[in-house]
Structure formats: structure tokens, C-alpha cells
């Protein structure tokens, strides 16, 4: 019988430990990207988990023939690492034997091996199992990982409890006719459109709680910003003073999520050129104030009173960026109308919510804002919009036993992503994109 001890024996080098390696004999696992045949020899590219390192075939020291390697391959490579100054890495890699794991059985539908996939979006999203292969394609979701480390280390740091909330739902949070409904085993029943009213309730237990997780939204929208299912980081924080304070924490884990890139994933914002926003401080506007000030200084009348135009977006940012430079604005106190019934309304004027949107580099990328906390005052705002009390009995649940103050948000993480890398279209910071055609891959 044998016994597991939870052991793995390494038998390759990690392409960023190569350095520490030279004038030594190592091997090295990875897929062939890329053979460049040269007249006595070939530079070979090794795509690893990470880099993709540079070796080079010769007659004279490789003891195989170049026609055992095809692109794509999978192989372990046994290679004499050799110091050269010339290189980028400081190092060659000088391939002595090859052992082929795996071989392709047809040609790429696409060339994934050059800087960039040159093709359709259509075709990029058709076979991304193949596209992401990319050097800069799988970058991109290298550095959302950065994001979200990020995040988890700053809120483990301010004292968040990360959750697991449910996927299947009772009830929207949001309501409304954007919301996927399953029949749950004969009963009626929803994707979550968020976890808000579960990391409410969880504010009573923990205090200070987030989740990194899917959510879902049945919007028959087919434009560059929305997708079907994305990623929302979401946080609530209890006992606080004003909804401020959630804009506050915001702030800092906006600035700590730049420092932990900037120190942790240089390698992909060299290769994909990233322009990491300097945040000092983000200025807030309220909603009224914003349109006013878009109205004037572009000379645009005034269509929507209750939200913002994708393009009133862009303007907006264009003016604060010119007169603060910075590349994020807060825009708070947005018209009760337009936001959940749990929204806290302002007690000097019951017209605006205590909420915000945060806008980067003009796209909105977060909701957040004060929730009702007390039980009277949240039945007394669902019954004049006309809600059924009853069917939120599980949700008031947290309201008749006693709420702290409390608040919190939600930020898109593809919205972010697709942003910070200054993309036209949030699919390219979507792995494997749900929007109203795509199903698969």
C-alpha cells in the first residue's frame, strides 16, 4: 500500500528562478510558442506559466533533431543555462535534450505567437481556449489576478471577513425585469443580481465583510460596456459615521491596489504598457452639480435628470482630469428614484440618496452608499414604491432584530481591468464573456 505525504518532488526549474541557475545543466517544462529558424540555428520561445524564456537550438550542443518540435508541443527541456550579457534576462538558454509530452494534431486556427492576436473580437472570443495562449492575452488576466491579491490583502488588513454568499436567490436585489429566473425543482427562483442583501445581513454577524464572486444581470444590452455575468467586488462595513466613509475605504484600496502591482506584477505592465493611475486623492461631485457642469461647459441640454449618459461619463471625466488631474471622480447624491429601496435618503433633502457612483477614466466602475438600517423606516420606503413587504421577510429579518449603520459597494472587476489597460470593450478583460450571443466556449 502506498502512503501519501503531501510531497511534490520538483524535477524543473521555474522560468524566474533561471537567473540563479547560471552555468548549470536544468530542466525546464513548458509549450513550444515559437520556432524562429535561423541558418545554423533556431531560437526557440518557451511559453511557462508565466514567461515565455528564450532557448536556442544548435547542431553543436543540442543532441536532437529541430524537426522533433512543433509549436505547441508540450515538452521538458534539459538545457545548459549560459550567462550572456546581450540577452534581456541576462542569460541563453542552451537546449541539450528535449523529452515532447504532447504534440498538436492540427494547426492553431489562429497565430497566437506574434506581440499581438491580429484578428476579429468574434474570432479572439470564438476560440479563446487557443487566443489566451497569447503572451499578452493571458497578461491581461495575470494582472486582474494582481487586482483582486490586491484587494484581499488590503481588506484582510482593515479587518473584512471574506464570504460565500448564494448564487440562487429568492429574491432580486435590484428587481426589475433584469433578472434570470430557474425553476428550483418546481419553484420560482433567480441568479443573484448582487449579494446585497446577504453581506447586509452578514454586516450583523461580522461587522466588516466582502466577496469576490460572479453576479448576474439580464440586461438585452449588446454594447462595449455590459455583460451578462461578471465579477463584482463587493464590500459592506459596519458602525460607520457617513456614507463618506465608504468612499473613503474605497480610496485606500484603490491606492493599495496600485502599490501591490506596481511591486508585484512589473513583468505585465511592462509587456502590456499599463499607465497605472496616480492616486492622491479623488475628488466627489454630487449628481445635480455634475450634470450643471457638463450642461455649461459643453453647451448639451439636459435629457436624462435621474442618471448619467455614457457619454456625459466621458465628459465628465475629461473636465476633472483637467482641472484636478486625476483620472477617478466620485459622483454622489444621485436621485432616490434611480437607486435601490434600501438606499439611505438624505435628511436634508429626501430627493437624493446617500450614494455614489465612481467613475475611471470615464466609465462607471462602482455603485455604492448608505443602506436603511432601521426596520420602520426600511418598510415605511418599500411600501410607498408599492413592494410587497412579505415576500422580503428573510431580509427585514436583519432589520427587526437591530443594524448598526452600515454601507458598502460594489466594483465591476472587468470594467476595472478593461479600463486600467485603456480598452474600447470589456470583453478583452473578460475571460470567457456572457453577453446576450455568446454561450461558449
Known sequence: MKSIIGEIKEITVEAQELINHIGETIKIHGSIYKIRKMSDFAFVLLRTKRNVVQCIYSKEFSLFSLDEMKEESSVIVTACVK?????????????????????????????????????????????????????????????????????????????????????????????????????????EAYLAQSPQFYKQMMVGVFERVYEIAPVFRAEKHDTSRHLNEYTSVDFEMGYICSFEDIMQMETMMLKHVMEYLNEQYGDEIRLLKVKLPVIKEIPAIKFKEAKELISVEYHRPIKDFDDFEPEEEKLLFELIKKKTESEFVFVTHYPSPKRPFYAMDSVENEEETLSFDLLFRGLEITTGGQRIHGYKEQVEKMVRRGMNTELFESYLMMHKYGM????????????????????ENVRLSTLFPRDINRLIP
Open 83 to 187: 550567462g550572456e550579457e546581450r540577452s534581456r534576462t541576462g542569460y541563453d538558454l542552451q537546449m541539450i535534450e528535449i523529452e515532447v509530452l504532447s504534440k498538436p494534431v492540427e494547426p492553431s486556427p489562429v497565430v497566437i505567437n506574434n506581440k499581438c492576436v491580429d484578428t476579429s473580437m468574434e474570432t479572439l472570443l470564438n476560440f479563446r481556449p487557443v487566443t489566451l495562449r497569447n503572451e499578452k492575452e493571458r497578461a491581461i488576466f495575470k494582472l486582474q489576478e494582481g487586482i483582486t491579491y490586491g484587494i484581499r490583502e488590503f481588506l484582510k488588513k482593515e479587518k473584512f471577513t471574506e464570504i460565500r454568499t448564494p448564487k440562487i436567490v429568492y429574491a432580486g436585489a435590484e428587481g426589475g425585469a433584469n433578472i434570470f429566473r430557474l425553476d428550483y425543482f418546481g419553484r
Open 404 to 423: 448598526p449603520p452600515h454601507g458598502g459597494l460594489g466594483l465591476g472587476l472587468e470594467r476595472f481591468t478593461s479600463k486600467l489597460l485603456e480598452q
